[in-house]
Nanobody, 126 residues
Framework: QVQLVESGGGSVQPGGSLTLSCAPS???????????MGWFRQAPGKEREGVAA???????YYADSVKGRFTISRDKAENTLYLQMNSLKPEDTAMYYC?????????????????WGKGTLVTISS
């Protein structure tokens, strides 16, 4: 069984930065073998939304609300997915989740994904 474990959440002021990390745990598992990986977030009282995704082809996706501020990347040597978040806004406050698909599915919409993490909380407040 593979679990995805997120880390790096916290509380920062508006305009600040955070870097989230996501790494697999459990049985040996390489993110290089994955079809896609993505970051999602869910704020209190709101639906989950896709924030950013990266595919085997290295094609990426960003929600309009984070374009130019967030960067998704993966370090295959470290076997870790990252989300660099800059110029954070109060509306970025949410629980952030990492997810992955092994063969297919949409890491943009969160459909048909095989693995999900339990989330890391990001709070942006002055």
């Amino acid at each position: 069984q593979v679990q995805l474990v997120e880390s790096g959440g916290g509380s920062v002021q508006p305009g600040g930065s955070l870097t989230l990390s996501c790494a697999p745990s459990g049985r040996p598992f390489s993110i290089s073998d994955l079809y896609c990986m993505g970051w999602f977030r869910q704020a209190p009282g709101k639906e989950r939304e896709g924030v950013a995704a990266i595919y085997t082809s290295d094609d990426g996706y960003y929600a309009d609300s984070v374009k130019g501020r967030f960067t998704i990347s993966r370090d295959k040597a470290e076997n870790t997915l990252y989300l660099q978040m800059n110029s954070l806004k109060p509306e970025d406050t949410a629980m952030y989740y990492c997810a992955a698909a092994e063969r297919g599915g949409s890491c943009k919409h969160g459909i048909g994904l095989d693995h999900w993490g339990k989330g890391t909380l990001v709070t942006i407040s002055s």
